[in-house]
């Protein structure tokens, strides 16, 4: 597959989450939009490593030549784990405060 | 085309709808599941890129357990579908053209590099998927990054039971 097909996909879930994230009020949604961002993210460091595995494969078919790739996706998906538990905290405790979840809600309690 | 071809074009083709029903989607459960939809097809592009072990570690983090968190979150707050009023279409129209305009620039640019033109991202080959050889790289140059990572994981839980907590020593 040319590279070029995994990175407009990628490029478009990204906006996908993109637009999700400016555009929907309640606060868990725009958290997903941010776990489908960072998992563009993910697919398109993948395809990247593969691609340069590919290259060194023709040569050598033993190569290692990709691994940093997937191993930051690796800690990508370490570092979002670790975010969604804060962040889900967070929201419990603001829906227990104000009994809502919407950030439009949230943004008039500055006064 | 081959078979690879054809499970290149419907994994993708499921993740862009699922990401799609994702941001559209009224119901905040119906939200939960098109993203899960999104996780698997994610989950079929690693496997036909040969990367096994992200694959399954895909599935059982952010399919397993991040969306069972998110699931039981938005069950407990009982949010059947947003009730509010929209009244800001102009607010949905102006993130619509932002976004889209960015994905236009990005998709412009990148494809047009030098440095992608005629190279090709390699399914079902290559071993640097296989988790013997992301095992030994990861316990020998990268096991500063994996126990701090640990660190961070306890630093998480921490926070994440502190700001939870009810705090009973309020003023009545």
Redesign the interface.
């Known amino acids: 597959m040319p590279v070029q097909y995994y990175i407009t996909l990628s490029i478009i879930i990204f906006c996908i989450g993109v637009v999700g994230v400016l555009t929907r009020r309640n606060a868990i949604i725009i958290f997903m939009c941010i776990e489908l961002m960072l998992n563009a993210v993910n697919l398109m460091l993948v395809a990247f490593s593969k691609m340069h595995n590919g290259l060194a494969y023709a040569s050598d078919p033993t190569s290692l030549v990709g691994m940093d790739g997937q191993l930051f996706v690796f800690f990508i998906m370490v570092v979002a784990a670790a975010e969604v538990s804060v962040g889900l905290a967070i929201i419990v405790m603001m829906y227990r405060n104000t009994h809502s979840v919407d950030v439009n809600f949230l943004n008039r309690l500055k006064n | 085309m081959s078979i690879?071809?054809v499970l290149?074009w419907f994994l993708?083709a499921l993740?862009?709808s699922g990401?799609?029903m994702?941001?559209l989607s009224r119901n905040?459960i119906h939200?939960?599941l098109w993203?899960i939809v999104?996780?698997f097809a994610?989950s079929g592009?690693?496997v036909l890129?040969?990367?096994q072990?992200?694959a399954i570690?895909?599935l059982i983090?952010?399919a397993g357990?991040?969306m069972v968190?998110?699931l039981f979150?938005?069950m407990?707050?009982n949010?059947n579908s947003?009730t509010?009023p929209q009244k800001n279409n102009m607010?949905?129209i102006?993130?619509?053209i932002?976004?889209?305009s960015?994905?236009l620039i990005?998709?412009d640019v990148?494809?047009s590099s030098a440095d992608?033109?005629?190279?090709?991202?390699?399914?079902k080959?290559?071993?640097?998927?296989l988790i013997k050889?992301?095992g030994k790289?990861?316990f020998t140059e990268?096991v500063v990054?994996f126990e701090i990572?640990s660190v961070?994981?306890l630093?998480?839980?921490v926070?994440?039971?502190v700001?939870?907590k009810?705090s009973d020593a309020k003023a009545v």
């Open positions: 690879t071809q290149f993708s993740a862009l990401a799609l994702v941001v905040p939200s939960v993203l999104v996780f994610i592009h690693y890129l040969n990367a072990f992200l570690v895909n983090v952010y357990a991040i968190l998110f979150v938005v407990l707050m949010l947003e509010e607010l949905k102006a993130g619509a932002s976004g889209g960015l994905m990005m998709i990148v494809s992608i033109t005629g190279k090709s991202a390699m399914l080959d290559g071993n640097i998927g050889n992301l790289a990861m990268y990054p990572s961070l994981f630093s998480a839980m926070g994440a039971v700001i939870g009810k």
